[in-house]
């Protein structure tokens, strides 16, 4: 099956033609539906379609055919099941971070869109997969004349209180550098394990990024986490993964951080489970990150559930997603920043960036696709303590890549962890130059005494102009 999905992207221009006059021919098949009757119909047609989309295609029949806007690659095929692709965990070499041997879907689906003329399809938001519909037949909506995709109706217009920014948007609209870290909640249910390790950056950083059982292992939840570190005065950013929540979990959690005082969320896929150290659990992944963005959005704009059902009182947020500059390919990596956009990020935060050139790169697309002015683009950084974490992120963290002069440098230092902490500086600074560059997101599991220092040396706080009261605190935080 595998072989001949290969070989159909590879000549997906063809099977474009061939599909799009088998469209055409379908709706003479109308009278014979009236005499077999539609739940006959949907049985012989849906056996029908699986046997033949499924030879061809390996199609695996969700009941909402979008092959011809993905390359001919069907997306159900993902490890991840994303409507909206490629992950930020495409490997190196192109195969997917999840199943390891096999080329990742999203990336052949681009491939297949290039060599179609109705190609830039790829490039349009797909909903989220309505499950009801699983193993029927599409076939049967073109014969009727019923699209796969109802037009869905717009909730009836209300009035909605005029949003003010909430403190995080108002500093990323401010245009000064922007610096945030990630911290990852405890495995303790003691919020002081939690509050005493964030205090370590009070006063030094705009945000405190939550990460949400990062890696796909369990700690306290992030939109716990998020309330405690509101209630203690910092500005959390809860990041949801749809890897652990269906629809109606994502949407009563997002109600939950707007009622407890967490006004910044960042959307994320999440990384495969056998990943972290639950590998047994079964993975979620009813939407993906472009597709909850939009259900967020809807929900603040419109005031409404995914459902369209109304909310009394809307939550007040502002909308983040993340972007990997480095896994291939950069055509697949803006089109899907401009997706994420379009479905209402307002920041970006990128993965580790240690490959400047390859950044430059990315940049210079962002830029001539005007994105910098769509969105707060703030990078992704950290210290690298020893060349054999350097190596270990290179081989086990999906969409990392360390350049081997990095690495080198590691290696001749006599003391690699400064030599780690040196790169870091130097980064923040050569980015600050990057025209488009919002500002930083420094990332370090558990090393939040580090990453203050590295904010402290870089003087990315003077540049902002930030009192010398305020640096003091932080240096002796950081002590
Ligand atoms: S790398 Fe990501 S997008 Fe590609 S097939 Fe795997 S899970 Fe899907």
Redesign the pocket.
Known sequence: MKSIRHWSVRHARSMELFYSSFCKLMPLHRPGIGLLGRKRAERCLASLEQTAKGTIFDCQMCGQCVLSSTGMACPM????Q?RN???G???ADG?????QD?P????EAFDGSKRMAGGGAIARIQPPVDFSKRGSSTWLGLIVGETAEPEKAAPAAISLPVREPAPFERICRSGRFIVTAEISPPDSVNPKDLLRRAGVLRGLVDAVNVTDNAGANCHMSSLAASALLAADGFVPVFQSACRDRNRIAMQADIMGAAALGVHNVLCITGD?VGSGDHPQAKPVFDLDSISSLEIVRGMRDQGAYASGRRLISQPDLFLGATANPFAPNIEARIVNLEKKIAAGAQFIQTQFCFDLELFEKFMAEVRAHGLDHHCHLLVGIGPLPSVRTARWLNGNV?GVRIPEKVIHRLEQSQDPKREGIKICIETIQFLREITGVAGVHLMGHKNEPVLAEIIIESGVLYGNGTNNELLRCGNEMAA
Do not use: D, I, Y
């Open positions: 095929n993902c490890a991840k994303l692709g490629p992950c965990g495409v490997t195969n997917c971070e999840v199943n096999m990742c879907v999203w990336l495969g999906p």
